[in-house]
């Protein structure tokens, strides 16, 4: 993708590659907010992750399934520990990881139609088809980790990280015929 201006950058916020699992919150601005700086780009995507207190003790999830045509499987791992310590619970630690593969069929037939002069009367009849099977594969992994101290209830650090892939591929068949025109 390019951008407005012929580069080699790109303006998109592609959100399909980080994992739902390990995030707090997503916060789109389409416009500037008064904390950015006023020759910045007009809206913004601010990504949270999750801490220890957005998500307490350890949580597994695990989903199985297949789709329908030519038995497509689909796969969700998922994985988060988080604990605070001390007598005021003021260190707290997470840390999170997922997994997410979703195998899709696609089988499509894509008539053509076109104007045609059949019995001296203009008629609309199918020209072509195209069948299409697309066999697509996107994997989704990432991982989170959190590390923060609340000294009080308005002071506090935090150390946070996060990394993210995302696969996306896809075989493609596409059988063209033309049909013929009796006329």
Do not use: H
């Not at 407005?4 to 416009?31: C, Y």
């Not at 913004?44 to 207190?53: C, E, L, M, Q, Y």
């Amino acid at each position: 993708n390019y951008d407005d201006k012929g580069g080699g950058g790109s303006r998109l916020a592609k959100m399909d590659g980080v994992p739902a699992e390990i995030l707090s919150t997503a916060q789109v601005s389409k416009t500037l907010t008064p904390d950015l700086d006023a020759d910045a780009i007009g809206g913004s995507v601010n990504i949270d992750t999750k801490t220890a207190a957005d998500a307490p003790g350890v949580t597994l999830v695990a989903s199985f399934g297949q789709s329908d045509l030519q038995n497509a499987p689909q796969k969700l791992w998922a994985a988060s520990i988080g604990k605070t310590f001390g007598s005021k619970k003021q260190l707290g630690f997470y840390a999170g990881f997922s997994y997410d593969r979703n195998n899709r069929v696609y089988d499509d037939v894509e008539p053509n139609y076109d104007y045609t002069t059949l019995l001296g009367q203009p008629v609309i009849v199918p020209m072509a088809t195209s069948r299409r099977e697309y066999f697509t594969q996107r994997i989704r992994t990432g991982a989170a980790f959190s590390l923060d101290y609340r000294w009080d209830a308005f002071t506090s650090i935090r150390f946070k990280g996060m990394w993210s892939r995302f696969d996306d591929g896809a075989i493609r068949y596409r059988q063209d015929q033309k049909m013929p025109v009796i006329g």
